[in-house]
């Protein structure tokens, strides 16, 4: 099929369609470079980034708001980037397989995406696949990172609004938030709010937001098992989402200029990979037999 046919297939909400743009930019073939130098600008989908440590509850919250959205009509795409099987480089986690009470709603779109050793809790194809679904109609991107905690910045950059998920009873939850994920986060939840300690991490995290001189960014106290909590989470993201439908320029140049880098910087990585490849062979041959120390063959491999 070319290219352009696969996209007007795309813009018409044809979800095989869908599914087959989404697999080239995923094996990052010629035709790939083809089909994202023939997408629109991106510019009506608005896209919320939920992230946080392992067991926090992403994929829960994410479910309760995929319901949220859907009661209003919305169409919804969802990007579950999941660590990469060491086997097939596969997503491991799979959550399709988690959500499968929205797997019979058309308006419901979940694509599984494996990190593929990509820093930073995302896929390298993530941006792409969300420019995919802004082409194919969906109101609304939501993305569940990997859940590698400190490291999980990169969402920042595609998204429109990011949730920073925490939960108590997880050790110094604040001190470790101050590292990375007090930087990028627009809304914090607290999960599992019934829980032993819940309170006191509220009044830690809104002493922590009224240090920020930038911003001011929601912090919330949820239980996504039982919704609980989950209409002030909703106004927090409306309020957001309604700055974006106005067309908001910073909102929008914000998940522009992340895109743009992101795939530059997968760009980058794969032509120096590609360059020097046979470079590398060698150099390793030379590290093996004793003649360089590995940080050596690395700073000749960078020449």
Known sequence: MEIRQLLSQVSKGDRRALAKAITVVEDDSESA???LSALRPPGR?????????????KSTLVDRL?????????????????????ITGGA?????????????????????????????????????????????????????????????????????AVIVLLMPGM?????????????????????????????????????LVRTLKSRSPSVVKVSALSGDGLEKLDEAIEAIRSKFGKG??????????????EMAKGNVVESFLRRTGPRADELSKQVLAGKLTVAEAAARLET
């Open 33 to 35: 470079a083809k089909l």
């Open 45 to 57: 989908v608005f896209v919320l980034g939920v992230t946080g440590p392992p067991g926090t509850g």
């Open 66 to 86: 995929i319901r949220i959205y859907r009661r209003r009509g919305l169409r919804v795409g969802v990007i579950a980037v999941d660590p990469s099987s060491p």
């Open 92 to 160: 491991l986690l799979g959550d399709r397989i988690r959500m499968t009470s929205h797997a019979d709603d058309s308006g419901v779109y979940i694509r599984s995406m494996a990190s593929r050793g990509w820093s930073g809790g995302l896929s390298r194809a993530t941006s792409q696949v969300v420019q995919l679904m802004d082409s194919a109609g969906y109101d609304i991107v939501l993305i569940e990172t990997v859940g590698i905690g400190q490291s999980d910045m990169e969402v920042v950059g595609v998204s429109h």
């Open 171 to 207: 050790g110094d939850d604040i001190q470790m938030s101050k590292a990375g994920l007090m930087e990028i986060g627009d809304i914090y939840v607290v999960n599992k709010g019934d829980l032993d300690g819940a309170d006191a991490m509220i009044v830690g995290l809104l002493s």
């Open 248 to 261: 908001d320029k910073e909102i929008r140049l914000r998940s522009i200029r992340g895109m743009m880098v």
